[in-house]
């Protein structure tokens, strides 16, 4: 049966590279429907059982821009098998907070933890393993536009993709809310592969996507609730930022070392 793995990262973490390097010449370029953005398909291996789909690079799911919008509609409504998340090994404070994000959703996921050369040669030291632990997902160290750790990544498609085990714990009076949001949300019918607690979270973020999704298909006594619970956490968006970026710091603290002693990176 084929499989989808959708390819996200923010941009030049070397998403065309990877993309390249799995899928060869079996691939097929359009765009997103009703927009000029470029859409890219290919099968991994050629043996039609990975499809990849390149989503657009981007920083967040906040589906402020068109970019973001496509990406997070694609996830939520086409609930890939797989999120490859690729992320830029030198720049992994910004790279993480959108992982975090992406491995709230609850599907299975891998992330490539690419750039290791650029960031080897500033003197960083990555350790992997403490990284896969606090995410809960396989991490793969690579080089993506040399080939390097494309065959421990091609393994880890066939036996590697999990549901994170990480869970963020926010602040009081967002955990009160997603709380009272999640019976409600059963009740309105959600079920999804996605994890409600992620859809409660969005919700209180107030993420366009995700509200508009919400509103079309919850009946108007249980949305009321809803809305009266997102009213009530003034400014959840900036305290579930906050709280993310927190746990991204702590993580980076303990994982990311500028000395140069004996790498870690590739054990
Ligand atoms: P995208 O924007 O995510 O599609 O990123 P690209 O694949 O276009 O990569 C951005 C730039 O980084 C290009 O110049 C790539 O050749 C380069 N690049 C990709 N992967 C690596 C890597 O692992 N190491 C280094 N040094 N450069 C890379
Ligand atoms: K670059
Ligand atoms: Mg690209």
Redesign the pocket.
Known sequence: MTQTIALV????????????ILTGTRQYVGNWAGVTVERKEGWVKGDKKWKMV?LP?IYSLSAQTLEEKIALSFILGDEPDVLLN?ID?SNLERNLYFTVQLLETGLPAIVSL?????AE?RGLTIDKDYLEKALGVPVVP?????G?GKSTLLKRFDNGARRASLKISYPDNIEQGLASLLPLLNEAGWTSTIDTRWLALMWLEGNESVSTMVNEKTERTILEKMNEIRKAIPSADNQIRQARYEWVERILSESVSKEREESKTWS
């Open positions: 990262g923010n941009p030049n973490a070397g998403k065309t590279s990877l993309f390249n390149d690079g690729i090994a690419n750039m290791i050369d650029v040669g690579m080089v993506a536009r040399k390097k």
